[in-house]
């Protein structure tokens, strides 16, 4: 049976969530294998750090001083359309929908505070869903289905990615002798990967024992 911890992460350090953080995460799981939320294509800017970002210092960081094997689990990165439409997506949102913004600054304001800890627990993830849910009725109010399909389009791409990922980590558990892994993803997608996890059956859940929050020394009781 491999443990692998699922550690929720953002892109860009911003307060507690930091490079250092990352890597004491890193010390507390010490992973043999760590899979990343990258396609198989930009894994030399990763691994060499021209691919700046917290996840990549801290596992470089985490890589000079331990034996590590680094997967790539993520499919490859869509056409420039789909981040231009994604971006007018929650920048006509943003717009629209003050509670949307509301939402978004105490996301930003809970990773600067609370970072990992945040990141990993049920508030984090009852805020995204709320997120969704704040998108959904400004899309509803603006009876805009060009709005609505690049919405869909948005939740689509981003569930078939969750899919392939865990699809990817079960085939390479299954394949490879390990006993301690670590896959780092972005917080936004964390539910949908424990939800996913939850729903695993045959070889892979005999293969996986899944570390939700095993690796934080932090209660985030107080978190509102």
């Known amino acids: 049976m491999k ?12 307060g507690f969530a930091s490079v250092y953080e990352l890597l004491a995460i890193l010390e507390r799981i010490k992973p043999e294998v760590i899979f990343l939320e990258i396609p198989s294509a930009a894994f030399d800017d990763y691994f060499t750090g021209t691919r700046g970002g917290l996840e990549s210092s801290a ?12 997967v790539p689990v993520d499919l490859p990165t869509p056409e420039p359309d789909f ?8 920048e006509r949102i943003e717009k ?14 809970n990773v600067r505070a609370y970072g990992f800890a945040y990141l990993n627990s049920e508030h984090c993830s ?23 399909e690049l919405y869909e389009l948005w939740v689509a791409t981003n569930e ?11 085939e390479y558990c299954r394949k490879t002798s390990f006993s301690k892994g670590a896959f780092l993803v972005g917080a936004a ?26 690796f934080l020394t932090t209660n985030l009781d107080t978190v509102r």
Not at 126 to 148: C, P, Q, Y
Not at 189 to 196: C, F, G, L, V, Y
Not at 204 to 211: E, G, H, N, R, Y
């Open 189 to 214: 997608h964390r539910q949908s990967i424990i939800d996913k996890a939850r729903g695993q059956r045959g070889a892979v859940s005999a293969t996986i024992q899944w570390d939700l929050a095993g």
């Open 126 to 148: 009852t805020h995204w869903s709320k997120l969704r849910e704040a998108m959904l009725t400004a899309i509803e109010e603006v009876a805009d289905r060009g709005l609505a």
């Open 96 to 109: 629209r929908s003050p509670e949307y913004c509301r939402l978004m600054d105490c996301h930003s304001q």
């Open 83 to 90: 981040f231009k439409n994604s971006q007018d997506l929650h």
């Open 3 to 14: 443990r692998v911890s699922l550690v929720g992460t953002v892109h860009a350090e911003a």
């Open 160 to 170: 078939h990615r969750d899919k392939e990922m865990m699809k990817r980590i079960g």
């Open 59 to 70: 596992v470089r960081r985490y890589r000079e001083i331990h034996n590590v094997d680094l």
